[in-house]
């Protein structure tokens, strides 16, 4: 490939950094790859003040890039994997996943207080729906504030603005901004389950681009691939978006995956939590079994009520 190897992405400062550290890895398998990164602005970053439930959930934050890709004004995009919709546009595809950093959620708050010692009606900010009905499932007496934005507004609004109290936001993120010190705790996958693919760097490519297919089959983590397949297949079985608090985490024991997949009502007081083991080579399937497990505990009578009527 003589021209620039262009990569697509947002250009928030995480979504930056996430781009760079793609570039890196292609560059220490290709040495002769030049690599450009070309920043793209998407309707999730221009529509901060309304919730991602009514803009058209998380395909906001990647429709623009995928325009550009199947375009072929770039060559791969670089997305987190828990933005990325379950069904992809014709053409399109996942050509590799970074190894996976931490995808556990965290707690920030302003006296340093854990989740445990907040006070009753402590405003908790965040603007996922997952995130809001596990919070209330472990704390019923807080009370859930929408917020918006990027990773550094969130933390300046939380210290700034006073319409906060603590705000949970994804370890991951906040690791790869250098930001970890600013967590209050870290919370366990057993009181938050996290996102399907969250923690995850997703690198997204057009199918019939065998020559880039080849390049980012160099930096692919196999372990991370199986993991983010199976919770993937949950949310497409349960055609999870931002209008249905899901929550999916899988774990590899040599050939073997184990799946916690989740779902809740929005105000905590359902919450169906089950648990799968299978061989990682039958991960997609096993993610399907572990929603219909899910569903059938009372999990569609969540998804009817969640549905427009």
Known sequence: MKRAFRIGTRGSKLALWQANFISNLLSEKHPELHTEIQIIKTTGDTMLSSPLSEIGGKGVFVKEIEEALLSQKIDIAVHSMKDVPTVFPDGLTIGAVAKRHDPRDVLLSKDGLTLSELPEGARVGTGSLRRASQLLCHRPGVKIVSIRGNVDTRIRKLKE???????????AGLERMGLGEEAAEIIAPEVMLPAPGQGIIAIECREEDVETMGILRAINHRETEYRAIAERAFLLRLGGD???????YALLSGDSINLRGIISSPDGKVIIKKEANGPVDEAHKLGGQLAELVLAEGGDKILEELSPS
Do not use: Q, R, T
């Open 242 to 248: 931002c209008n249905v608090p899901v929550g999916c």
């Open 161 to 171: 603005s006073g319409e906060y109290d603590a705000i949970v936001l994804a370890m």
